[in-house]
């Protein structure tokens, strides 16, 4: 994988845990950056595709909502719970409340989440 855009991550932002074949990031609240913004780039780095031919995260879900549902309150605490798993890019992916994200690229095994697309849960 090389880097193919000032957009996507810097790969010491992304670990792959090589025991569950998939990639781990953590959203950066403290400097601004969003949710979406984070998982466009993580895509685009772990893809080697161009942020210019992937599909819009808007396509799958509502942004603002996801940004809003996730964020930190303004003394900068996770919320209380919740998690939230969707397709994209054929990249499944898991934002769990505190800022992780789980990637699991294509080539996993499906777990039935691609016919949910997208599937709410406050368990967490």
């Known amino acids: 994988m090389s880097r193919n855009s000032d957009d996507e991550l810097p790969f010491d932002r992304i670990d792959f845990d090589d025991r569950a074949g998939c990639y781990h990031v ?8 969003s949710l979406t913004d984070t998982i466009v780039a993580s895509i685009v780095a772990i893809s080697d595709k161009k942020r210019d031919n ?21 003394a900068g605490t996770p919320r209380k719970g919740g998690r939230l798993s969707f397709v994209f890019e054929e990249h499944e992916i898991t934002i769990h409340r505190h800022g992780t994200i789980v990637i699991y690229p294509p080539e996993r095994e499906w777990s039935g989440l691609r016919e949910l697309r997208s ?6």
């Open 119 to 124: 599937r709410p849960s406050f368990d967490d």
């Open 54 to 74: 992937l599909a819009t995260l808007d396509a799958v879900l509502n942004t603002d909502s996801l940004d809003e549902i996730f964020v930190p309150d303004d």
């Open 26 to 33: 953590e959203c950066d609240w403290r400097s601004g950056e």
